[in-house]
């Protein structure tokens, strides 16, 4: 009887895996969603955002608000 292969499994995705894949979505995400995502602090995710994805993958990070509404960040690649 011949052995059988055990399945390759995906590895859990990444914490900043986690916080791109929530920035590209059409809605973008709130603090509250990226720290829920990642279990990291406000000021944590606000230096990945400004120092990994900014400075270091050259992707843009935008943000908009609405009156009365979260701060909401979507991501974009920069233009070179």
């Keep these: 009887m011949p052995k059988k292969t055990p399945k390759l499994e995906r590895p859990a995705a990444t914490k900043s895996e986690k916080i791109a894949a929530l ?3 059409n809605t973008g995400a709130t603090l ?5 995502a ?3 602090q406000e000021h944590s995710i606000r ?3 400004s120092g990994t994805l900014k ?3 050259g992707i843009e990070v935008r943000s908009a608000q609405e009156e009365g509404k ?4 979507l991501m974009g ?3 070179s």
Excluded: E
């Design 32 to 36: 509250a969603d990226l720290m829920k």
């Design 38 to 40: 990642t279990g990291w």
């Design 77 to 79: 690649r920069v233009a």
């Design 55 to 57: 400075k270091r993958q």
């Design 47 to 49: 230096g990945f955002m």
């Design 23 to 25: 920035l590209q979505r």
């Design 70 to 73: 979260p701060r909401r960040y």
